[in-house]
């Protein structure tokens, strides 16, 4: 059973760098038609998708972040990575990373999820 | 930032059936299938419906979804106090290059 697990620093400096990893175990991040999702949800607020790399490693980042997301990953650690440039404290959330499974419908769904880590944007 | 539109609460007594609609347009529910997620509190989303009304091995058959049109609905049959969580609907969006949409979010009660 494919298990998912946020890594990462839970405070970051206003202006810097988010830097998030997931590591998956229990399969091989290379192996399957995936799709390796970020999404967060501020503290008492609903949840926004941040991006996705596919398996081939193309990748497909929400309109409202694009221009500071980049996802990544690392075959060799079965890990795929967030980054978030220029943070600011409307970046404060709890950060999922979730597995992004398809059909030949082109129906498209998250599972299994990440436990989820607080960062939070401060000095 | 949500662009799907939920119910902020509902409830009901243990046996009871709650629905919840979710609502959007036709670039997202409208285009695409929804998928559900329940969160119980403090922990992380957990997949419940996906592809419109199709459960994931491990979901009790008290939840149902459906959607006709630009909404979604779903259905817990048979309330249970384990039922109280916050429920989202989801869906593709094919606007601004494509991007996944999110539900307001429904916090179901269990009285």
């Known amino acids: 059973q494919v298990q998912l697990q946020e890594s990462g620093p839970g405070l970051v400096k206003p202006s810097q760098i988010l830097s998030l990893s997931c590591t998956v175990s229990?399969?091989?991040?290379?192996?399957?038609?995936?799709?390796w999702n970020w999404i967060r949800q501020p503290a008492g607020k609903g949840l926004e998708w941040i991006g996705r790399?596919?398996?081939?490693?193309?990748?497909n980042y929400n309109p409202s972040l694009k221009s500071r997301v980049t996802i990544s990953v690392d075959t060799s650690k079965n890990q795929f990575s967030l980054n978030l440039s220029s943070v600011t404290a409307a970046d404060t959330a709890v950060y999922y990373c979730?597995?992004?499974?398809?059909?030949?419908?082109?129906?498209?769904?998250?599972?299994?999820w990440g436990q989820g880590t607080l960062v939070t944007v401060s000095s | 930032q949500s662009v799907l539109t939920q119910p902020p609460s509902a409830s009901g007594t243990p046996g009871q059936r709650v629905t919840i609609s979710c609502s959007g347009s036709?670039?997202?529910?409208?285009?695409?299938?929804v998928n559900w997620y329940q969160q119980l509190p403090g922990t992380a989303p957990k997949l419940l419906i996906y592809?419109?009304?199709q459960r994931p091995s491990g979901v009790p058959d008290r939840f149902s979804g459906s959607k006709s049109g630009t909404s979604a609905s779903l259905a817990i049959s048979g309330l249970q106090s384990d039922d109280e969580a916050d429920y989202y609907c989801a869906a593709w969006d094919d606007s601004l290059n494509g991007r996944e949409v999110f539900g307001t979010g429904t916090k179901v009660t269990v009285l």
């Open positions: 790399m596919y398996s081939s490693g193309s990748t």
């Open positions: 592809s419109n009304n």
């Open positions: 036709s670039s997202n529910i409208g285009s695409n299938a």
């Open positions: 979730a597995r992004g499974d398809w059909n030949y419908a082109g129906d498209l769904w998250f599972d299994p």
């Open positions: 229990g399969g091989s991040i290379s192996s399957g038609n995936y799709y």
